[in-house]
């Protein structure tokens, strides 16, 4: 997993499909704090660590913070997204849609139902997902939390998984783009055939 790679792994449960009879919840149904630790070989050779995710449910807007590296928010209403790259002081627009676009396969795979689990001292439901590029598994509280997410994808593995959930107000201006910051345009993916 790449530094760039790991913020997507957090975008992974907001591709799942729309909540369900038979599927979860994906978004938080209020405010939440999750510090997480990364799990796998490939963020260990990426030398991440630990992220934070917190959650303004209302939105539903999340954000995510990696130390060393910088945060980001994803707002899932508006469809958008941003980077900020505090050390360089680097700004960068990120459309929502690209970034759930590498995880389409997951809005078409299969879901199924494995069980419980219990993470961070929280009850939670572990569903599996397969698809024709791997699979994964997360587990997901009824109101949307996840506490643990990992998968394969072309023979790499990696997740995270929650150390504590803290429920509680979050504060709106964490969400915001902070200004005096450079912009950078988005890097644009190759295109295939060429």
Avoid: K, N
Wanted: hydrophobic fraction near 45%; glycine fraction near 10%.
């Amino acid at each position: 997993m790449t530094a760039r790679g790991a913020p997507a792994l957090a975008l992974l449960l907001a591709a799942l499909p729309a909540a369900a009879q038979d599927q979860p919840r994906i978004f938080p149904t209020r405010d939440v704090a999750v510090s997480y630790r990364f799990i796998g070989e490939a963020a260990a050779q990426a030398g991440l660590r630990e992220a934070s995710i917190a959650w303004l449910a209302a939105g539903p807007v999340m954000r995510m913070d990696m130390p060393g590296l910088g945060w980001i928010v994803a707002d899932h209403a508006a469809q958008r997204g941003f980077m900020v790259m505090e050390q360089a002081r680097v700004l960068m627009e990120i459309p929502l849609a690209q970034a759930q676009g590498q995880f389409a396969p997951w809005t078409q795979g299969r879901l199924t139902r494995l069980g419980t689990d219990r993470v961070a001292g929280l009850a939670c439901t572990v569903w599996l997902h397969r698809d024709a590029r791997g699979e994964g598994r997360a587990c997901l509280t009824e109101d949307g939390v996840a506490l643990r997410a990992e998968g394969t994808e072309q023979g790499r593995s990696g997740g995270l998984e929650a150390i504590s959930v803290s429920y509680g107000p979050q504060d709106p201006a964490r969400f915001r783009r902070p200004e005096g910051f450079a912009a950078m345009p988005v890097p644009q993916a190759p295109r295939q055939g060429r």
